[in-house]
């Protein structure tokens, strides 16, 4: 009942620029053309419609040809991760049991030597087929699937329909706004939720999308204080080394910026604060994999009054906390709506992905007074000790406050007494002792917060999305 | 699955103007509180969840109250058309089949003799009793029930979902855009999807809505010069009045201001290109009762390229012409998407209002090679001379393109030779004769179509959305 959103932006809008890669460009009407000719491609190679296919390769426009493509056969793209090992990969194929697996040819060698991939140039320079393109979809059919990070245990994959997507572009821009001369810069990978909705809501709103094969953190300084684009995602390292660098160079977002969006965890208030500074709006963001992008954002109004909130949901979107009675109480963040997934597939696809229509997010936060929501930790970083909860995002922010830090990680090392210690892992950006940490953090936490170590380190593990990896830190002192 | 929108918009943006009445404001919060309050008191007076009621009030505050208590309980509301005789209510009223009419004090002497409605005084005063306020509201409910002016035979009432509401409002934001500044002006009448359609993408969408009582020519004048207002709804004979006196005060329309939709019928294309003069935009739209407003939409960058053009559809929506086999190929304009209404009420509820999904206007037009959709005219209004079709909306373009003339309305009379002839109803600004009409026609128009009577009315029949009714023109005569 709803339109291919490929064929019905490229009717609407077909002269507008659509994408913007290493100085060329590409109107709708060309991402639509050379989209169905690789839908064509694919035919031509046995793809079928609604099957399920694993697609692998960096953030250019070869790739996004390649899923539009997909989405016009309506295939279940596997998202697969730049970033993992071939052991992960090779779950993840097994798991999802794709019938086809797509590969830039850039990316060969990170697949595991076994499979018999279809590379991208193969598609590219095949001769296409007639083949079926659904001028419309069904809310209900899967068009992406996402394995999440996975804390512990095995990873899952995460079911995003046409619904979800649409649900979550259609409830962001009633946050966000809209307006014809809009530009997202996209520097975090398409294959995250966080780079694919960038897609999906370029397709509902008909604007530009500047793609960055990987963070380039001089051009998107530029983009910002010339205004060339006016907004982005990020991450909050990204966004740190953002400010740094319009810090260094003296320069202040230019009028024509509108916002960064800021998720994939929390954000250092104070980077929010130094935003404000330079002229930046940032809005801290609370979306997962589960939830096809954003489910709460803080609206602009509330930047700077409601620091260190995710903010409000989004209009079709709902938050609970559970067994929270009243404001303020922390418990697991509950969340429903529309972009909620169906599910999972694989050797998840019995367990519900909801319950009574609630998520459970494993996620522990809290609503304050007026309704805004405040993410505390991930709930499997935990750490228990003496009985006292610990949230290490709360240490983290504390730490990062220090002028010396530039980067700060927490983990739970295991303590004969008191069965869990946090324990700190330290990027610094100039000369500091751990004493004199030691003595920063004691004036300002309770004394059980306190990290018990303290590792000086030249980077901390992050995933593909820059998200901090908190359970790998350990894995630095081996 | 989606939540209560006034809830909804009230938790997210309490501190928010929403409306706006002869300089008094509203939050969304306040209307929120006063529309809960509403419902208990109807609940009070024996009004249960999803009954069906009819409402009848000029457009202030207190209509949009009791509307939004309705929308608690999500009763069916018949909106009544104030501008109807007492027989053509007492139809609706008893095809509906209501459960309660509710009045505003104001009209009750409207209402046909024998009903025994409750007036809006009663509400208001009565002590509320607890009731079931739906948190979250079903797509299929029906929300609104309006009665389509029916150019022949009975009126239908008409459905309009939930779902048909929020489809609508969504696709027209991702063709307008939405900056938090954003307000509109409301002068058109909210018991038609003109008006209440501005109500509902306003609790969407969070923006003010500045609500006149009847359309108040200076006052809308100065909103626009000065930038009070982002966005209003007209018809034609409204836009001409706005174009005349913008000119005859030398103003222009303020930066501030961003587009008029106008809808209703055709809008001549001086029109449009004196608005471009004045710095308005002013988008040409095509909709009706049975989309919940607009279907397509001419949007901002092709106004002046596509002049005369009702645009291309807005994204969720589909247009077909039927048996049309190449572009420009006129023929019945088919609709789809998820604003159409799923049927009728009363004595029409066995027609389905659509066939293969597709709902069949009656209207006549066609698309041009880009896909834009032009619309011809309204199939009833067709007249048929020796053979020959005549579409009135051709010869009122022409008739209003000559400088004396303020208003024109074509019809077709009866012709022993010809079958039917057109006849011109022309209201005039300053002096011209039936000759020097005629001279001027025929220099425009082939010679069948050359109005063989004209005559000259004070003013033309229009309906309560001030669409002219072409039907009554020939009662003129009488």
Redesign the interface.
């Known amino acids: ?3 291919n959103w490929i064929l ?2 490229a ?3 077909p002269t507008r620029t659509a994408l913007n890669y290493e100085g060329r460009n590409w109107t709708f009407e060309e991402l639509k053309k050379i989209s169905v000719e690789r839908a064509g491609q694919l035919t031509a190679l046995g793809v079928k419609p609604k099957e399920r296919v694993a697609i692998l390769g960096p953030s250019q426009p070869r790739l996004i040809f390649m899923m539009f493509a997909c989405m016009h056969l309506q295939c279940e793209m596997v998202m697969l991760n730049r970033k993992l090992s071939k052991h992960e990969l090779e779950y993840q194929i097994e798991d999802a049991q794709v019938e086809k697996v797509l590969v830039d040819d850039e990316d060969l060698s990170l697949l595991p030597d076994h499979q018999k991939p279809i590379l991208f140039s193969v598609v590219e320079s095949i001769m296409g087929q007639p083949c079926e393109i659904s001028k419309e979809w069904d809310m209900e059919q899967t068009i992406s699937i996402m394995y999440t990070s996975g804390t512990t245990g095995y990873p899952k994959g995460v079911r995003q329909t046409v619904g979800n997507h649409q649900a979550s572009a ?1 409830a962001s ?2 946050n966000i ?4 001369e809009d530009v997202w810069l996209c520097a975090v990978p398409l294959f995250h939720i966080s780079g694919f909705s960038i897609l999906v809501r370029s397709l ?3 604007n530009a999308v500047k793609l960055y094969k990987r963070f380039d953190i001089e051009g998107t300084i530029m983009d910002i204080a010339d205004g060339h684009v006016t907004h982005m995602s990020a991450v909050a390292v990204m966004l740190q080394r953002i400010l740094q660098g319009l810090e260094e160079k003296g320069l202040k977002a230019s009028p024509r910026f509108k916002l960064i969006l800021a998720g994939g965890g929390p954000v250092p208030e104070k980077y929010i604060e130094r935003a404000h500074r330079l002229k930046l709006m940032v809005s801290q963001t609370y979306g997962m994999t589960e939830t096809s992008s954003q489910t709460a954002t803080l ?3 509330d930047a700077l009054r409601k620091l260190g909130s995710a903010g ?2 989004l ?2 979107n ?1 938050i609970q906390i559970s067994d929270a009675l009243s404001p303020r109480e922390m418990g697991e963040i509950l969340i429903r ?2 972009h909620v997934t169906p599910g999972y597939i694989g050797r998840f696809s019995e367990k519900s992905s909801t319950i009574d229509g609630w998520l459970h997010t494993g996620d522990i936060g809290y609503l304050d007074e007026d ?1 805004y929501l405040f993410v505390v930790d991930r709930r499997s970083d935990l750490i228990i000790s003496g009985g006292e909860n610990i949230y290490p995002a709360e240490l983290e922010n504390v730490l990062l406050s220090h002028e010396a830090v530039q980067e700060a990680g927490v983990c739970a090392i295991e303590d004969e007494t008191w069965g869990q210690v946090p324990a700190a892992f330290i990027v610094l950006k100039s000369d500091a002792t751990e004493a004199e940490l030691i003595q920063f953090c004691s004036e300002r936490l309770a004394k059980y917060k306190v990290p018990r170590y303290f590792y000086f380190v030249p980077n901390l593990p992050r995933n593909g999305s820059d998200k901090l990896m908190r359970r790998k830190l350990k894995e630095l002192l081996q």
């Open positions: 009942m709803y339109p019905q932006r009717h609407l809008t259609l821009v009633l706004g809209l307006t014809e509902l709103y008909g609206s602009n109004e409000k949901p209009f079709f709902q709506g529309p309704g």
